[in-house]
Structure formats: structure tokens, C-alpha cells
């Protein structure tokens, strides 16, 4: 087992929903061994409410959280990145900004619980639909061992669990 942690970036456009329920879910899952940080190409500048009552509901915590920018990580002193995860199709498709730490990426597309109408419980149950699929990647993404982490021949199992 390594002791090095890994920094991981979940990016999405708003910063308000899929990647905070990634960034929480990983800090927690990956107790020390992972640090999660989520950001946005264009966020909204709030949390959604149901991502942090999401989190609550799965007894993580909830304070801290913030929509930021992606800029914030590509800038000088920001965090060395290992891994760096779109978990929506418009971040995916956009130009992102260097990453410090020339990290390995995947696309972990995951629909918009934020963007679902009708009634709360409905939205609320969307948002318990995205945490699951991401925490069963997140998972997938953990039972790696520590020694291909680092390895470029990784690459492909990281894709792959963005189509689970």
C-alpha cells in the first residue's frame, strides 16, 4: 500500500450538483488515500440544496462545499492533480484549462438531477440515482491497486468505469 495521496478533480459546468455528490463521496470513501475537490467551467456560485441534503442523507458531511471555478485548480499553487473527472457531457466536450501535475482524465457522464422537474420527491430521488452511480464508480475506481495508479495503463479502466 502507498502512503501517497491522490488529488482528483470532478468537473462539471455548474458546480453545483453531480461533482459536489463526486467530491464528497470520494473524500469519504477514500478516507486519506484520495483528496476530492470539485470545481466548474461556468458555476452557478451556489450548492444545490438537494446535493447537500443528498450528502446528509448519506451521513457525509456537509459543510464546506462551494461552486468554483475550474480556473481556481490550473492556477499557480493550486493542487498537484492526479485524476481529473468530467461528469457531465458539456464539460466534457468543452476546452479545459492545463491541469498542474499533467493528471490522467476520463468522462464519468452522469444526467443532471439539478435539471430534473416535478415534483421534490422526484428531484430528490434523482439526486439519490446520481450519488449511487457515482459512488459505485468511485468504488470501482478504488479496488484499483495502489501500483496502477499511477500507470498509464490505467487509462482505459478509468474510461471503462464511466460507461458503468
Not at 69 to 84: H, N, Q, T, Y
Not at 86 to 115: K, L, S, Y
Request: glycine share 8%.
Amino acid at each position: 500500500m502507498s502512503d501517497k495521496q491522490y488529488n482528483v478533480l470532478f468537473v462539471c459546468t455548474g458546480n453545483s450538483a453531480r461533482s459536489i455528490l463526486a467530491e464528497g463521496l470520494l473524500n469519504e470513501l477514500g478516507r486519506g488515500r484520495f483528496h476530492a475537490y470539485s470545481a466548474g467551467s461556468h458555476p452557478k456560485g451556489t450548492v444545490h440544496p438537494l446535493a447537500i441534503q443528498t450528502l446528509q442523507h448519506w451521513n457525509l458531511p456537509t459543510e464546506g462545499y462551494r461552486s468554483k471555478s475550474w480556473d481556481e485548480f490550473a492556477a499557480p499553487g493550486a493542487p498537484l492533480l492526479d485524476f481529473v473527472f468530467t461528469v457531465c457531457d458539456n464539460a466534457a466536450g468543452e476546452v479545459c484549462p492545463v491541469w498542474p501535475g499533467q493528471p490522467m482524465t476520463a468522462h464519468w457522464g452522469v444526467a443532471d438531477p439539478a435539471a430534473v422537474e416535478g415534483s421534490e420527491d422526484k428531484q430528490r430521488a434523482a439526486f439519490m440515482d446520481v450519488a449511487h452511480v457515482l459512488k459505485r464508480r468511485i468504488e470501482l475506481m478504488l479496488s484499483l491497486p495502489d501500483q496502477s495508479l499511477g500507470s498509464l495503463s490505467i487509462q482505459s479502466q478509468l474510461n471503462a468505469i464511466g460507461k458503468i
